[in-house]
């Protein structure tokens, strides 16, 4: 896999329209950073980070994964620490999905 021009933090990646965001990111060239709380996939909750970022690395895309809750400050800034630390990411845009009640 070559590097990427372009990249995306996307927040909220594991399910619904985030990964879908993520999927097509990585479809049209950007390198994905596919972030959400969710590391492991449930029969009640099926997607995590992990089967996100396999299935774009199938695909032939550029992604990792990084555990994040939108809701802790802390959280965010790590996930874009350890994106903007990757050599081959230059971040171009981050994309936060979320639903608060």
Do not use: W
């Amino acid at each position: 896999m070559k590097s990427p021009m372009m990249s995306a933090l996307v927040i909220g990646a594991s399910r619904g329209i985030g990964r879908q965001i993520a999927l097509t990111l990585a479809r049209n060239g950007y390198g994905v950073t596919v972030a959400a709380k969710t590391v492991e996939s449930t029969e009640r909750l099926p997607g995590s980070i992990h089967t996100v970022v396999d299935e774009i690395q199938r695909d032939g895309g550029v992604a990792f994964p990084v555990q994040c809750d939108c809701r802790q400050e802390s959280d965010v800034r790590n996930a874009v620490r350890v994106t903007h630390e990757r050599q081959d990411f230059k971040v171009k845009c981050i994309i936060v999905m979320s639903l608060f009640k």
